[in-house]
């Protein structure tokens, strides 16, 4: 496994297209990082450049302390000459080919002996489930069977770095979630370092020792799953992970408990407790978010900030839990409601916002 850094790194297309705009990251040895974003933010693109497939524009990109690209120096090593692996969307299987030689096509072509690539093959074939299969057509297995041959074609050299485009999107949901959980074992058991694309937010959550949010180029914020979901840094985080209500207000007083936030459309105060990292005055233009399971119905017995009078607009019940839309003032509420008792539309509730997750967006 080796490490990977990225320095102010750009691509464009043409004269008008920048498709990564000046962005640097780490990703440490041993860690699963993801790349996530909206189609056209840029993420592929930024792994097409580690992997060699794409010349970036400037920037430097080091793996394992060697430096594999270099705008300023003219260094570009070829793709061939990066040892590392990846799985594409596309299953990228050689139809004519058996398992075992679509497996053992890469290790020959890099001069391995035919004994030492069967050797190898069989061990990849074994760690990704396919013990037995290998003198089968690959086109005649399964999607999920397909993505393993894939993937034991990856690490069947042991690479130092292991990449994947968006590997699971082509396969149906059970067999997605499932395949999440063994490649991240995988990955695990075999001590790589992994980065990994997707426009998926849960797989980005269940999957990542740390998540990459990207659009229109450029890093937006750079977390762990919790801190990310809990504390997104601007409303384009807040929205694209999870689902959340974003309000506007105004600035009031700071103190202990975080600072005091006057919704107009809510008519009422929120106290918000965190993305307090930064000076904001009275008076300031802000916009604050809370993700819904954090509104509680039944709230305290008093009249302070964060409690709320509502109607139920709409009630749609999830199995474990209500997704409720409440009328509040001027604006609609997104709430969660745990439990089995039914809630029914028009039904006048209270409502209180937990301070310490009520986030101040940095927009």
């Keep these: 496994m080796a490490e990977v850094v990225v320095t102010d790194l750009v691509k464009k297309f043409g004269t008008e297209t920048l498709a990564v705009d000046n962005i640097s990251f780490t990703v440490a040895e041993?860690?699963?990082?993801?790349?996530?974003?909206?189609?056209?933010?840029?993420k592929t693109t930024t792994l097409r450049c580690i992997a060699g497939l794409e010349i970036p524009d400037d920037g430097e990109i080091s793996i394992g302390g060697e430096l594999f690209t270099s705008g300023s120096k003219g260094?570009?090593?070829?793709?061939?000459?990066?040892?590392?692996?990846?799985?594409?969307?596309?299953?990228?299987?050689?139809?004519?080919?058996?398992?075992?030689?679509?497996?053992?096509?890469?290790?020959?072509?890099?001069?391995?002996?035919?004994?030492?690539?069967r050797g190898k093959v069989d061990k990849a074939l074994e760690l990704v489930g396919l013990s037995g299969l290998g003198g089968r057509n690959a086109t005649k297995l399964s999607g999920g069977q397909q993505q393993r041959v894939s993937l034991a074609r990856a690490v069947a050299y042991n690479p130092r770095v292991l990449l994947f485009d968006e590997p699971l999107s082509n396969l149906d949901a059970k067999l997605r979630e499932r395949m999440r959980l063994e490649l991240v074992n995988l990955v695990k058991e075999l001590k790589m370092t992994a980065l990994y694309v997707t426009h998926d937010q849960a797989e980005a959550m269940v999957m990542s020792d740390r998540i990459i949010i990207m659009k229109d180029g450029r890093i937006q914020q750079v977390g762990d799953p919790h801190s990310?979901?809990?504390?997104?840094?601007?409303?384009?985080?807040?929205?694209?992970?999870?689902?959340?209500?974003?309000?506007?207000?105004?600035?009031?007083?700071k103190n202990s408990g975080g600072l005091l936030v006057d919704v107009p459309k809510l008519s009422a105060k929120?106290?918000?407790?965190?993305?307090?990292?930064?000076?904001i005055g009275k008076g300031a233009k802000v916009l604050v978010t809370v993700r819904p399971e954090y509104i509680e119905l039944h709230a305290p017995d008093s009249d302070g900030a964060n409690r709320l009078e509502g109607v139920v607009d709409k009630a749609v019940y999830l199995g474990q839990s209500w997704d409720c839309l409440i009328r509040v003032g001027d604006t609609d509420l997104r709430v969660h409601v745990r439990g089995d008792e039914p809630i029914e539309p028009g039904k006048r509730v209270t409502m209180y916002i937990l301070p310490e997750r009520c986030v101040v967006l940095k927009d």
């Design 30 to 42: 041993g860690e699963f990082v993801t790349l996530l974003g909206p189609s056209g933010c840029g």
């Design 75 to 117: 260094v570009c090593l070829p793709p061939e000459k990066r040892h590392l692996g990846m799985v594409f969307q596309s299953y990228a299987i050689w139809p004519h080919m058996s398992v075992a030689e679509n497996v053992a096509y890469g290790l020959q072509a890099q001069g391995a002996s035919r004994n030492e690539a």
């Design 228 to 253: 990310t979901y809990n504390e997104p840094t601007n409303s384009f985080v807040a929205d694209f992970i999870g689902v959340t209500n974003i309000i506007e207000g105004s600035a009031e007083e």
């Design 270 to 279: 929120i106290l918000c407790g965190a993305g307090l990292d930064r000076e």
